[in-house]
């Protein structure tokens, strides 16, 4: 039985983590982390490699830009990362659904239920500011009465929220690419490595350093494609250690996994 105590505590911790926009986004949208210790290690050094690397293009780029001209640039970069992510779950799938072997592509369907529980909502949140910009261009806000008081006060903390929210969401697509590892996760180093060269490779061939030093801008991004490449093949190669294979589903191989007999030699 619950103490008043204990659900005096609970709705404390929950009130404190709804204030908290980027904890419910991650509750939300990130996907799970394995239980042994090196998934739980890739998953900090991916968030880490991540933030450092925002943070050190930020503190270069600001001293030849000023201090708030880098952020446009790198909110920017990660919301293309997100839209270009959007093509790679259909994608994907279609391919799994060709590669895998015919008595395993059943074990395919929960994951992509799973990728669109988490995608439809993230596509909705994200997509409803320029929907609303589109249907009401000139909002207005009526002050007459406490409501309209209390919703113009309450204004600039809501639109905070919503936005940092709206940030967390775009983050947590383009770093997973779309979730495409809920599919089978052997896609999820594969994706977002295919997404990154994608983008880099294209930014190194339109050579534009947005006023940065050529060979600053060129360092910075090569040490970004290096380290994500580097992490995406220790994430590639200890999820094959553990017996995840392209052909056999999303579920770990063992040496006591039955074979079904569609997929057997005859």
């Known amino acids: 039985m619950t103490q008043p105590g204990e659900s005096q505590e609970e709705r404390s911790r929950v009130l404190t983590m709804l204030l908290r926009p980027w904890l419910v986004a991650k509750l939300v ?5 394995g239980p042994s210790r090196e998934e739980r290690l890739l998953d900090r050094l991916s ?16 001293r030849y830009q000023g201090v708030l001209d880098p952020w446009p640039g790198v ?5 293309q990362t997100g839209v270009v992510a959007l093509l790679l779950p259909p994608l994907a799938f279609l391919v799994m659904l060709i590669i895998t072997r015919p008595g395993h592509r059943a074990q395919l369907l929960p994951g992509a239920l799973r990728l669109l529980a988490r995608a439809a909502p993230a596509l909705t949140i994200v997509s409803l500011p320029f929907l609303l910009l589109s249907l009401f261009p000139t909002p207005s ?10 919703a113009f006060l309450a204004a600039p903390f809501l639109l905070l ?13 383009a770093r997973t690419g779309m979730w495409t590892g809920e599919i089978h996760p052997l896609l999820a180093p594969i994706g977002t490595t295919l997404i990154m060269l994608l983008l880099n490779v294209t930014e190194l061939w339109e050579g534009d350093s947005n006023g940065l030093p050529y060979w600053i801008w060129l360092t910075l991004n090569l040490c970004g494609t290096v380290t994500s490449l580097s ?8 999820l094959r250690s553990i ?12 040496r006591s996994t039955p074979v079904p007999m569609s997929s057997k030699v005859t």
């Open 161 to 173: 929220w919503y936005f940092c929210f709206w940030g967390c969401i775009v983050y947590w697509a």
């Open 243 to 254: 017996g995840y294979r392209w052909r056999t589903g999303p579920d770990p191989m063992t």
């Open 141 to 150: 806000i009526d002050l007459d009465g406490r409501l309209g008081l209390l």
């Open 75 to 79: 909110f920017m970069k990660m919301l």
């Open 29 to 33: 949208f990130k996907p799970a982390v």
């Open 231 to 238: 992490l995406s093949t220790v994430e590639y190669r200890h």
């Open 47 to 62: 968030f880490w490699r991540a933030t450092v690397g925002m943070v050190t293009i930020v503190v270069i780029a600001s």
